[in-house]
Each structure stands twice: as structure tokens, then as C-alpha cells.
């Protein structure tokens, strides 16, 4: 069966994994891409704005975040990280926030109250919206990644939704040096050694420490 991992997640020193006042100005929340500043300067980020040009690091951030999108078969993202749009849907005329091409080329499936038709894009991603809750999307995903992964791409009260019921098996926490003071906090209220979490490794990078946790013995 599919494993459900958590990849190249930033978060704060102070636990926080989004900003406060998400909106379309700010997707992630203000000072929210400040998580993700290890990320940007990556070859991998700078291959995904199609630039045309071979840029970017190539250095151990880069080499996390090409393991991020390796061997993924299917997605599973929270309505947030979908788009700014909250309740029912008005029309179908949001697509997202990447474009004609979203980076994922995989199926996904995403979290919502709202029912909506299939969205197929450019290059073989297709967005799925399950109204059925966590572990409906979760059987659709691994369904659709066969042998392969799924990847929780967020927002932060999905992962969190996972975590507490016991379903992802890896997290892979891209932790950068900065304080938030304010947010969305990951592990606010979680006892993950009790869902049996454990720091399994950690290496570091040009601008985050990579910490991977893992559920299950030793």
C-alpha cells in the first residue's frame, strides 16, 4: 500500500508552518514565505517557473527538494492550499494557484465541504474534490498512486488531521531559522510520541535543518 509522507514542510523554529492572515495577497500568511526561503533559491523551484534556463542551487536543499516530488502518485492537499475561495463554490473559474500547468503531474485530491466537478490541467495533474473527509481522500489516493507514494502537501490543519489520526508515515520538516511569534502551529496540542513519532534523522542544509520523523518502532 501507498505510504502517506509529509515533504519538504517548512516550519519555524517557534513551530509555526504558516503565517497569520492567509488571503490571496498571501497565500501563505504574512511573513509566511520566509518558511519556504530555503526552497526558492533551489533548482528545483527555478525549473518549476519554467525560466527556460538551468538555475538555481544544487546544493543538499535542492537534493530535498527533488525528493519531495519523487516516486509521488497522487497528492492530498486542504481547500487553503487549493485557493483563497471559502464556502460554496461560486463557478468553477478558480484553478488554482500555478497556472495552466500545476507542478504536481499526478492525481490530487483535495479536502472540501463543497462538491465539484473533476479539474484536469496541462501535464497530467487532475484535482480531485472529496467531500467524504480525511480518510476518503486518503483510500482515492492511494488507489490512484498504486505502488507509489502520496504526498500531503498541506495546509497546516491537514497535517495536523493526519498526524492525529495515526495516518502519515514519514514527515520530512524543512525546519529555517526564523521566529513567526504568530500563526498556524503545527504541533500545538499533539503528543506525537504518544501516535508514535519518532526524530529519525536530521540533515543539514544551505538555509534549513532537514528533520525527518517517522511512525512505528525503531
Known sequence: MARLLVRSFGVSLDGFAAGPDQSLEHPLGVRGPELMDWFFPTRVWQQMQKTGEANGETGIDNEMAEQGFAEMGAWILGRNMFG?????????SWKGWWGDEPPYHVPVFVLTHHARAPLTMRGGTTF????????????????????????VGGGVATVREYLTAGLIDELHLAVRPVL?????????????PALGYRCE????????THVFLRRGAP
Open 84 to 92: 483563497p475561495v471559502r464556502g460554496p463554490w461560486p463557478d468553477e
Open 128 to 151: 480531485h474534490f472529496v467531500t467524504g473527509g480525511i480518510h476518503e481522500a486518503l483510500a482515492l489516493a492511494q488507489a490512484a498512486a498504486g505502488a507509489r507514494d502520496v504526498r
Open 180 to 192: 513567526l511569534g504568530k500563526g498556524e502551529a503545527l504541533f500545538a496540542g499533539l503528543d506525537l
Open 201 to 208: 534523522r536530521q540533515v543539514a542544509g544551505e538555509r534549513a
